[in-house]
């Protein structure tokens, strides 16, 4: 029980979520605790979630997801390359993973690719439709167009390129 919260709330938090609640006097400390929970529960992967806090806060909601897999077929070292980047934010040259992977996917003018991780989940690559940024056409995907496409995709030979990340 937390002091004007509902048992009710906390419990479906608790159920649903696995989430974890508690009481606390809002002070220059709790910024540091919040973020040693964050850095505990994310194996270390998020380590600061807060710069600051309100002071007159009467509650505070945080959500930190960390996913932590190994790919089915790893990228090998040997096949890491320098190449160029045209990321959001304009090009620059970075170490690139490659490979070659064979689940293709097309939709609206927008390209990917699919990459298994060891067990149920798959990395999945988007490039947009060339008329349009990142930003527009994270717009107009849909759940339903994203299941569409990853349903529809083909067995074709895709040369994977991603910057390099751990």
Do not use: H
Not at 64 to 74: G, R, S
Not at 143 to 155: C, V
């Amino acid at each position: 029980t937390i002091q004007g919260i509902k048992d009710d709330f906390l419990v479906r938090n608790d159920v649903f979520f696995k989430a974890s609640a508690f009481q606390t006097d809002i002070c220059s400390k709790t910024v540091d605790e919040v973020n040693q929970f964050v850095k505990k529960n994310t194996d270390g992967m998020i380590p600061n979630m807060l710069d600051s806090m309100d002071a007159d806060a009467l509650i505070v909601l945080l959500n930190a997801v960390c996913f932590d897999a190994k790919w089915a077929e790893p990228f090998k070292k040997e096949d890491t390359i320098s190449a160029l980047f045209e990321g959001v934010r304009g090009g620059e040259t970075v170490q690139m993973m490659t490979s070659d992977e064979y689940d293709y996917l097309e939709q609206d003018g927008a390209v990917g690719f699919l990459k298994s991780y060891d067990g149920p989940y798959a990395f999945v690559g988007i490039l947009p439709p060339e008329e349009m940024t990142v930003a527009e056409y994270a717009e107009t995907l849909t759940g339903e167009s994203l299941r569409e496409m990853l349903l529809n995709r083909k067995s074709y030979k895709v040369s994977v390129r991603l910057p390099k990340f751990k």
